[in-house]
């Protein structure tokens, strides 16, 4: 049957039976080299099954597998003993009836949202795509369009139709996808990552919203590293490694009683508490202050938004952590510290000789040139004095030396984040401003990689300004803390003090969501 001559696709199993039934899914990158190998799972109608494992082990692969976005990759090889969907066997769908399938019975929620989203158009536009190939028109899909921004926790979301990706924040552009993927009303939504980018707040509503959704009879399959989002919406979770599900069970008994080490290793670095180690001092000497700093921007509504009178200063060899909202003003102040953005009005003033600041961006694939493989990429950062070979900045991020030979598509999103933080380093610099530098890590590698951070600080007296929406990593790493809300500093102070005994009413929020 050639592809033009594909049958539609079929309605939902009744319920009880797999919504999504896949055996001996087998994913061979160019090359031949195993991604995936024989991959069971099942997803019935109003289920959550959650898939976990480390950065790399195959989990954004298996996502897209299952929407045939591998399949129509050159190179890739995918063979399956059963791939249904809704009644319908995929495993030879071309890419005519996979598309019908995309747009209708599944909906996908990608985890690099500023590469997800098209620049040019609105977000009306994307959000409302699927619901224009099913012939929804006028009144009717803008109100579903409302309503899916809303459902996915974007504010504003009437004023958000005419606005395109760039005016959004990370979090908001991350919201915008979920909103993507609900418009059309899938029976499967298959979420890779969904709350990475999100504050805990924003997140718990997502989640929330998940759950809604999945009580409805949506089945879900939901990838992550995130076993804080994992426990609160699955109902069975299956364990990724090395392209393998090593472990699967009830939720409950995985993230309590986990028996393989894989599993045991990512439950064991979820981030608990405080860090084991005192605060470092800071008596360092002042590396730069702002004072009366504002940075401010159109707003949709009218009026502008950003930061304004912002007062903050930064010593050598501490780490203070930004943390707020979606679109509270984080990565603006990040990125006025890193000299990136101007001020409007105020002031900043750097130590003498200037320190040398690097920033670690939330979203690493845009920075890099797609054409270099990761070895010029860390050359083109690393100073003429220095004697620091490519490899070993690799090793200090958890990366072997064959990584050196890649290029940045091929990698998975956590080792992309890792290659960023090691051209970071290449720099040798005085400060790090670290823009949500774990929120596409496992949390294994996030505990690493938090490590890493604290040892940099420790014993190179290098300063962090760690920008984050998780706040279990902030507190893990930082001295003291500032919040942020609609771009003013609403309580600051200590870490623990500040977690420990919020004063703000917002403060409160965020570390109860957090905790929830």
Known sequence: MSHDQEPAVAPPPPTGHPLLDVRALTVQRPGGDAVLADVDLAVAPGECLAIVGASGAGKSVLARTLLGLTQAERGWRVQADGLDLAGNDLRAAGPRRWRRVRGGTVGLVLQDALQSLDPLRTIGAEVGEALAVRGVRGTARRAAVVAALAAAGLPDPEQ?????ASELSGGMRQRALIASALAAGPALLVADEPTTALDSATAAHVLASFNDIRDRGTAILLISHDLGAVARIADRIAVLDGGRIVERGPAARLLTAPEHAATRALVAAIPRGPKPTPPAPRGGGELLR???????FPAPTGGTTGLRGIDFELHRGESVGVVGESGAGKTTLARIIAGAERLDTGTITRATPAPRVRLIPQDPVATFDPRWRVERILRASIRPESHTAPAELLARVGLGAEFLTRRPRTLSGGQ????AIARALAAEPDVLVCDEPVSALDVATQAGILDL????????GVALVFVSHDLAAVR???DRVLILRDGVVVESGDTERVFGAPQDPFTRELVAASAG
């Open 416 to 419: 992309r984040q890792r290659v």
């Open 476 to 478: 893990s790493v930082c």
């Open 453 to 460: 951070l604290r040892g940099l600080q420790q014993r190179l």
């Open 160 to 164: 958000r139709l005419a606005q395109r």
């Open 290 to 296: 702002l004072a009366g700093a504002a940075r401010l």
